[in-house]
């Protein structure tokens, strides 16, 4: 049994570890949520065949080797022998102690069981990989994302079985990249559903009425070696940071094909949407250099990851630490 165990094991580890080696090689699109499931599941089979199979044999293995230890030394002080050379003590750890497939498989359960839990439904730690959010978030930031903020999803599928909170003007939101769902892409929630949201000559406005803007000091970017003019935006109560560029042009180049792109009218100024039922309309922080719903259209409610709230590390720049809006 051990024999067959063991290169089973060693078949399913080498699947993994060839899955996680394509990914990081570009071979294949990976999957986090995916592998993570795949191993909790894994994992948890083996737990249990430890706990109701393995562990009982061993234990068994353990008591009949007590049993005939007794019964030897009970034979041999019969017979007048009272000093037996005894290695039950050693024979009972060999024959307890679990086997590596056992060790690298129903021990990491509880381990992987844990983080399971903890990324599938409740806070989801994601890297920030562009500048498209500069001032809220920078390069490398280090992020958290509160998976049940707009309710419970079932990991993988990412289904709905639990609503909460809806998602709001203003807010941070990590979401799936409707041209491409294997991706997660983060902007702010600029319109939800019903609104008509308008953004020409870089002012943007909420069903005709002008969302509050107030220049701040211009941002240096430190990656960039660059100024840019920096603005205080009133977005759905919530205060935020945005950056605009004057080089830029107030037009949209490029727009893709994407559904309900008929809601939306481009023009020299901008463009102006009509955000359909169930979907919200997205934007970067960094206004001129963020590729978000005016290029690609709307996010639908499936796409919904969680809402990002706090920087829990940022390794060139620890004040980075903490809330944000």
Not at 101 to 120: E, K, M, N, Q
Not at 215 to 234: A, C, G, I, N, T
Not at 281 to 303: A, I, Q
Request: hydrophobic content about 40%; aromatic content about 14%.
């Amino acid at each position: 049994m051990n024999g067959a165990m063991s290169s089973i094991t060693t078949v399913v580890l080498a699947a993994f570890v060839a899955y996680g080696g394509a990914w990081y090689f570009g071979v294949l699109e990976g999957n986090f949520a995916l592998l993570l499931f795949l191993a909790t599941v894994v994992t948890g089979i083996y737990w249990l065949a430890e706990r109701f199979y393995f562990l009982p044999q061993r234990l068994q293995a353990v008591a009949t080797l007590e049993t005939n230890a007794a019964n030897r030394r009970a034979e041999l002080s019969r017979l007048g022998i009272n000093q037996v050379d005894d290695h039950t003590d050693a024979a009972k750890t060999r024959l307890i102690m679990q086997p590596w497939w056992l060790d690298w498989t129903a021990g990491l359960f509880p381990v992987i069981l844990v983080v399971f839990l903890l990324r599938s439904f409740l806070f989801e730690p994601f890297k920030i990989p562009s500048g498209s959010m500069i001032p809220t978030l920078l390069i490398n930031d280090l992020i958290l994302v509160n998976k049940f903020h707009y309710g419970i999803r079932l990991p993988v599928i990412n289904t709905k079985v639990w609503n909460n909170q809806e998602p709001e003007r203003g807010d941070v939101m990590v979401f799936r990249y409707p041209p491409k769902p294997s991706l997660d892409y983060i902007k702010r929630v600029v319109g939800i559903p019903g609104d008509e949201v308008a953004y020409l000559n870089k002012h943007l406005t909420i069903n005709g009425k002008p969302v509050p803007k107030t220049p701040l000091p211009d941002f240096f970017d430190e990656d960039s070696m660059r100024y840019s003019k920096q603005f205080e935006e009133v977005l759905g109560g919530k205060k935020h940071r945005l950056l605009n560029d004057d080089e830029r042009p107030s037009f949209v180049p490029g727009a893709s094909d994407f559904q309900f792109k008929q809601n939306c009218r481009y023009s020299s100024e901008g463009v102006v949407c009509k955000v359909p039922e169930g979907h919200y309309f997205m934007m970067g922080d960094n206004r001129d250099n963020s590729l978000d719903s005016r290029y690609w259209g709307f996010v639908p409610e499936k796409n919904i990851v969680g809402k990002a709230f706090f920087v829990w590390m940022n390794f060139g720049n620890l004040k980075r630490i903490g809330p944000f809006n």
